[in-house]
């Protein structure tokens, strides 16, 4: 009877570790789709900035209003997670064809040091057109990651250079610049456009 209780409890608590799992997995799927309340509430992302595009005009939140828009923080020498959103982003305005003038893509420097106006413009020829490259002083830059609930920050390399860790949400963003959700590129790029679509 006594090995019969030692296993009981073994399973007990198995079954416990396993419930708390799930709940865990639970509250973040709530939180990311933003159908549970949370410390950061949908708005309290984003907010005023004014930074410069890669043509070297000057952007700000009220230039955005009126269009969804994709926000997308990153940097030029990212090896791939950067290049790869990029991509996808690229592939949801081609799928969204002549609409894609009525929505805007913002991918926003989290390295300003580095990424110049013609730096981000040279990079971003590699993508799609409407794909709007933002950079500016280190100050701009933190106030704009800061109204995003963005994280940034610089880790050294071997080599005496450094890297930037930072989020890689993509953020979606209505007419009228309030946060709506994380924006999932994780599918289909057709399926992706006729969700953003909706918003348009």
Same mark, same amino acid.
């Given at each position: 009877?006594?090995?019969?209780?030692?296993?009981?409890?073994?399973?007990?608590?198995?079954?416990?570790?396993?419930?708390?799992? /799930?709940?865990?997995?639970? %509250?973040?799927?709530?939180?990311?789709?933003?159908?549970?309340?949370?410390?950061? $509430?949908?708005?309290?992302?984003?907010?005023?900035?004014?930074?410069?595009?890669?043509?070297?005009? =000057?952007?700000?939140?009220?230039? %955005?209003?009126?269009?969804?828009? @994709?926000?997308?923080?990153?940097?030029?020498?990212?090896?791939?997670?950067?290049?790869?959103?990029?991509?996808?982003?690229?592939?949801?305005?081609?799928? %969204?064809? #002549?609409?894609?003038?009525?929505?805007?893509?913002?991918?926003?420097?989290?390295?300003?040091?580095?990424? =110049? #106006?013609?730096?981000?413009?040279?990079?971003?020829?590699?993508?799609?057109?409407?794909?709007?490259? %933002?950079?500016?002083? #280190?100050?701009?830059?933190?106030?704009? =990651? *800061?109204?995003?609930?963005?994280?940034? +920050?610089?880790?050294?390399? *071997?080599?005496?250079?450094?890297?930037?860790?930072?989020?890689?949400?993509?953020?979606?963003?209505?007419?009228?610049?309030?946060?709506? $959700?994380?924006?999932? /590129?994780? +599918?289909?790029?057709?399926?992706?456009?006729?969700? /953003?679509?909706?918003? @348009?």
């Amino acid at each position: 009877m006594a090995e019969l209780s030692e296993r009981t409890k073994r399973l007990r608590l198995i079954a416990a570790a396993f419930c708390a799992g /799930l709940a865990s997995v639970f %509250l973040v799927m709530m939180f990311i789709t933003n159908n549970a309340p949370s410390a950061v $509430a949908p708005s309290a992302v984003g907010g005023a900035f004014k930074l410069t595009d890669q043509n070297g005009a =000057t952007v700000t939140d009220a230039d %955005l209003k009126g269009k969804p828009y @994709l926000v997308f923080f990153g940097f030029t020498h990212c090896p791939d997670v950067c290049p790869t959103t990029l991509f996808e982003v690229s592939e949801v305005m081609r799928a %969204l064809g #002549p609409k894609a003038d009525g929505t805007r893509a913002l991918f926003v420097t989290v390295d300003p040091e580095r990424d =110049t #106006p013609k730096v981000m413009k040279d990079y971003l020829s590699s993508f799609d057109p409407h794909l709007i490259g %933002l950079s500016g002083t #280190p100050e701009a830059v933190e106030k704009m =990651t *800061k109204a995003y609930r963005v994280y940034s +920050r610089k880790v050294p390399t *071997k080599d005496g250079d450094y890297t930037m860790d930072h989020t890689a949400l993509v953020y979606l963003m209505d007419k009228q610049g309030r946060f709506v $959700a994380p924006f999932n /590129l994780k +599918r289909k790029p057709e399926e992706a456009a006729a969700d /953003l679509s909706r918003y @348009l």
